[in-house]
């Protein structure tokens, strides 16, 4: 199971998702977009740099720690998490020198999804009465898809019933 972030994006594409940091003209505050559309290591080392324990643009964590795992687990910051957390409790792994182990390995992915969701989202919403919208918010804060996740939501709701 290859869950990889592809971060392969058209220039129009960088703008509609991140409009606060690209824009389709030359701007002082934002990056030309064309410079970015497909060439996914320079677009995950430019969006990633310095946030969720990753290095500047130039230290290639950006790319290096892209969403992977069925929750697109990101950020140097949550692989040392997940790593220390897994190393505790099952086997030792290498997701710092390694990250591609959580695409390459089904039951890691699988894991690191629920542990995320334990640790990063069960904290902050009352799942039994909180919306779609809630717990979408510390997953990833931006609401892209949002009306899709409302459909699968709808669809598993039915399927349980």
Do not use: C
């Not at 500047?56 to 950020?75: A, C, P, V, W």
């Not at 790593?83 to 390694?98: E, G, P, R």
């Not at 990250?99 to 902050?124: D, G, H, Y």
Request: no cysteine; net charge positive; hydrophobic share 35%.
């Amino acid at each position: 199971m290859d869950v990889t972030e592809n971060l392969s994006y058209s220039a129009s594409r960088l703008v509609a998702v991140w409009p606060g940091k690209f824009s389709l003209e030359a701007k002082k505050d934002k990056a030309l977009a064309s410079d970015y559309a497909k060439n996914s290591e320079k677009l995950g080392n430019y969006i990633y740099a310095n946030i969720i324990g990753n290095g500047d643009e130039n230290s290639g964590d950006g790319y290096k720690y892209r969403g992977r795992g069925i929750f697109q687990l990101t950020g140097k910051a949550n692989y040392e998490d997940f790593q220390s957390y897994y190393n505790a409790n099952y086997n030792m792994i290498d997701l710092i020198d390694n990250p591609s182990q959580l695409t390459e390995n089904t039951s890691l992915s699988v894991i690191s999804a629920l542990w995320f969701f334990k640790t990063r989202v069960l904290n902050q919403v009352n799942i039994q009465s909180s919306s779609v919208e809630a717990v979408t918010s510390p997953i990833n804060g931006r609401r892209l898809g949002l009306d899709e996740r409302k459909k699968y939501y709808k669809h598993a709701l039915n399927i349980l019933r």
